[in-house]
C-alpha cells in the first residue's frame, strides 16, 4: 500500500503542475480568439436586458474570459443549466469586475454578489470563487454596476424573452 502512495503522489503532483502551468500560458491566440454566443433578451423586473446566452457547456467555460471590452450596464451575459443546483463561479483570466446574480428555475433572484473581484493569479482561488447557497438554474454576469443602475434585489425575477 506504501509503494502505491509512493508512486500516486509524484504523479498528482506533476499534473497539477502541468495543469498551472497550462492556465498560466494559454497561448495568445486563444486569448484573443473571439467567442460568438446567442443573443437574446431578458426582462429583469422592469428592464429589458440583452443577453449574451452561454448553454453548452463550451460557452459555459469560456464565457467572459479573456474578454477585455467591459459588457456594456445595458446587456449582460446569462449562463443556462438544465437543472436548478449549487454553481460555482470561478473568475479565473476575467478581466474586470462582475455582478452576478443566481436565479432559480422560477425565475426569483436567490443570490446576488456585486463588484465580485476575478482571480489575481491561478492560486487565488479562495478570493476569487463565488457560489450561490441556493439552487440556482441562471446566472446573470455583468459588468460591475449592473445591480446598482437596475435596482436589482433579492425580490427581483427574470423572465426569458
Not at 34 to 60: C, F, H, M, T, Y
Not at 99 to 105: A, T
Amino acid at each position: 500500500m506504501v509503494h502505491k502512495i509512493a508512486v500516486l503522489i509524484p504523479i498528482i503532483v506533476v499534473a497539477i503542475v502541468v495543469g498551472v502551468v497550462g492556465l498560466i500560458f494559454v497561448p495568445p491566440d486563444i486569448k484573443n480568439m473571439p467567442i460568438q454566443l446567442p443573443e437574446g433578451k431578458v426582462r429583469i423586473d422592469n428592464n429589458i436586458i440583452k443577453v449574451e446566452i452561454a448553454e453548452s457547456d463550451a460557452q459555459k467555460q469560456r464565457w467572459l474570459m479573456f474578454r477585455q471590452q467591459k459588457l456594456p450596464l445595458d446587456s449582460a451575459m446569462i449562463l443556462i443549466y438544465k437543472k436548478p443546483d449549487l454553481y460555482s463561479m470561478w473568475l479565473l483570466n476575467i478581466e474586470y469586475n462582475l455582478d452576478l446574480i443566481w436565479f432559480d428555475g422560477s425565475g426569483s433572484a436567490v443570490y446576488i454578489v456585486k463588484d465580485a473581484a476575478p482571480c489575481k493569479s491561478t492560486f487565488d482561488i479562495d478570493n476569487c470563487t463565488y457560489k450561490n447557497t441556493k439552487p440556482a438554474k441562471y446566472i446573470i454576469a455583468a459588468t460591475s454596476g449592473f445591480i446598482d443602475k437596475h435596482k436589482i434585489t433579492n425580490m427581483s425575477r427574470i423572465s426569458i424573452i
